[in-house]
T-cell receptor
Framework: DGGITQSPKYLFRKEGQNVTLSCEQN?????MYWYRQDPGQGLRLIYY???????QKGDIAEGYSVSREKKESFPLTVTSAQKNPTAFYLCASSAPGQAAPQHFGDGTRLSIL | GQQVMQIPQYQHVQEGEDFTTYCNSSTTLSNIQWYKQRPGGHPVFLIQLVKSGEVKKQKRLTFQFGEAKKNSSLHITATQTTDVGTYFC??????????FGKGNQVVVIP
């Protein structure tokens, strides 16, 4: 089955640590996205990538970094500079084109110990 | 940046009744999409509207795009317990980014 896999489902981080969230897709989609979801805040865009080796900042990129070395993979690193990292993180992908429908993974819930 | 507002933010709906959720943008949208997120789940794409005044139906769900392409609505008839969840609209103003609204959380009362 084609889809998006995010791992792990739950992640705990100590203060001052960087942590990387995995996102892999086998839908052959060019575009991939990372969102953060907080209660009552909807989905806020962190980073997005429309093609391999290229990515752009979204609305809340501070304290996060990404890479896009392969079409299938778009890992997100939450750095120690992100002061409030506890949230639900969703990865999505879409076909190329003007705001094509997005397919989401199951998400990773990150908590601070 | 582009913003999409949703009202109401929360709804309690009696099973069997109808309800509507609304989405508004201050700028003209090239298209609007609707997603549903079940409790504990991830958003799932429902539909995309592109044309001014467009209306699309999916069984008990009716989606509408305003004539000015600045607003949209989702109307659900004969609500069922399976309709519980958060409904998001997401709009694009012509670039490759979607701006999501904050969602309308729907609770169904049996």
């Amino acid at each position: 089955d084609g889809g998006i896999t995010q791992s792990p489902k739950y992640l705990f981080r100590k203060e001052g640590q960087n942590v990387t969230l995995s996102c892999e897709q086998n839908l052959n989609h060019d575009a991939m996205y990372w969102y953060r979801q907080d209660p009552g805040q909807g989905l806020r865009l962190i980073y997005y990538s429309q093609i391999v080796n290229d990515f752009q900042k979204g609305d809340i990129a501070e304290g996060y970094s990404v890479s896009r070395e392969k079409k299938e993979s778009f890992p997100l690193t939450v750095t120690s500079a992100q002061k409030n990292p506890t949230a639900f993180y969703l990865c999505a992908s879409s076909a190329p084109g003007q705001a094509a429908p997005q397919h989401f993974g199951d998400g990773t819930r990150l908590s601070i110990l | 940046g582009q913003q999409v507002m949703q009202i109401p933010q929360y709804q309690h709906v009696q099973e069997g009744e109808d309800f509507t959720t609304y989405c508004n943008s201050s700028t003209t949208l090239s298209n609007i999409q609707w997603y549903k997120q079940r409790p504990g789940g991830h958003p799932v794409f429902l539909i995309q509207l592109v044309k001014s005044g467009e209306v699309k139906k999916q069984k008990r769900l009716t989606f509408q795009f305003g004539e000015a392409k600045k607003n949209s609505s989702l109307h659900i008839t004969a609500t069922q317990t399976t309709d519980v969840g958060t409904y998001f609209c997401a709009g694009s103003d012509g670039n490759n980014r979607l701006a999501f609204g904050k969602g309308n959380q729907v609770v169904v009362i049996p």
